[in-house]
């Protein structure tokens, strides 16, 4: 069973920092595409930085300047910096993970999702 664990959420000023981690755990072949979504009541999940295997970032217009997302994959571990933080920005944070697995025939591919961590700018 493949879990993903968010970590690093809370509170923080407008202009603060903040940085989430996740971590994937259990048993898999390997991991693609990992990345960070974001949700506030009433709206969609929206994307915000995904990162290839190869460390290949992709950012949502939002974010681009202010947000930078890494991994690393010896910890199967994706982490968000988030820098000059606006109210804007307060949602809940999921953390997504595209994880290979192997049969004996073939492979499949997965995607998976932690239970989100929450994020509030607010004075």
């Known amino acids: 069973q493949v879990q993903l664990v968010e970590s690093g959420g809370g509170l923080v000023q407008p202009g603060g920092s903040l940085r989430l981690s996740c971590t994937a755990s259990?048993?898999?072949?390997?991991?693609?595409?990992m990345g960070w979504y974001h949700q506030t009541p009433g709206t969609e999940r929206e994307l915000v930085a995904t990162?290839?295997?190869?460390?290949?970032?992709n950012y949502a217009d939002a974010v681009t300047g202010r947000f930078t997302i890494s991994r690393d994959n010896a910890k199967n571990t994706v982490h968000l910096q988030m820098n000059s933080l606006k109210p804007e920005d307060t949602a809940v944070y999921y953390c997504?993970?595209?994880?290979?697995?192997?049969?004996?025939?073939?492979?499949?591919?997965?995607?998976?999702w932690g239970k989100g961590t929450l994020v509030t700018v607010s004075s």
């Open positions: 990162i290839t295997s190869g460390g290949s970032p």
């Open positions: 259990g048993t898999f072949f390997s991991i693609n595409t």
């Open positions: 997504n993970a595209i994880i290979r697995n192997r049969t004996t025939f073939h492979f499949t591919d997965r995607t998976y």
